[in-house]
Structure formats: C-alpha cells, structure tokens
C-alpha cells in the first residue's frame, strides 16, 4: 500500500491542524493505520492508531484528549489526525503509516512524513 501524508504547517501555540494520509493500491479497509512523530534529535514515536473498521483507537498520553483520528473507508481511502490545543513539544515530522495486522504489531508500509512546527 502506497500513503501520501499530507496538512503539516506553522502554527500558534493553541492552535489546531488536520494531518491526512491518503493510502492506494490495496484493500485500505484490511489495514490498521497509525501516526508517529519523530522530533529533531529523538526517536520516533507512536502517537495514535485506529483499527481497519474504525471501532477501537488508541492515543499517546501526552495527546489524549487533544489528538483524534479518524478513517474513511467508504470512499476517500484517508486516515485523519485532527491536532487541537497544539503544544511547542508536538513539533516534528509526522509519518502515517500501515500494517495488515492487529493495531499494536510492527507497521509495514509509510508514509513520507509532513513537518508539523509549533510556535511558542
């Protein structure tokens, strides 16, 4: 599965952005989704996974109550990551990724990454 991640800018402490990854070439429904982030000089980490059918997610504690994702299996084959109350510590590049397998194995497939920067 190929994944085109998209919606990274400049914004204001407080303020929001929506993250999308648009996937292609197989069944997108099969596939649990998830975000990492990787801030300059730390690992990449995990920050957020929805099952194939949408039913169960799973969220970072820092970005609990902040962060949703979503999918749309039906027709545009995208996974969301709507950021609100936005935080200087949520800089770094964002990659959407995939696996055919449960929600919390090893993602397979990625995206390219789209650069998120807060402003204090």
């Known amino acids: 599965v190929q994944l085109q991640a998209s919606g990274g800018g400049l914004v204001q402490a407080g303020g929001s952005l929506r993250l999308s990854c648009a996937a292609s070439?197989?069944?997108?429904?099969?596939?649990?989704m998830a975000w990492f982030r990787q801030a300059p000089g730390k690992e990449r980490e995990f920050v957020t996974a929805i099952s194939p059918s949408g039913s169960s997610t799973y969220y970072l504690d820092s970005v609990k109550g902040r962060f949703t994702i979503s999918r749309d299996n039906a027709k545009k084959n995208t996974v969301y990551l709507q950021m609100n109350s936005l935080k200087p510590e949520d800089t770094a590049v964002h990659y959407c990724?995939?696996?055919?397998?449960?929600?919390?194995?090893?993602?397979?497939?990625w995206g390219q990454g789209t650069q998120v920067t807060v402003s204090s």
């Open positions: 990724a995939a696996t055919g397998g449960p929600i919390n194995t090893e993602y397979d497939y």
């Open positions: 070439g197989r069944t997108f429904r099969n596939y649990s």
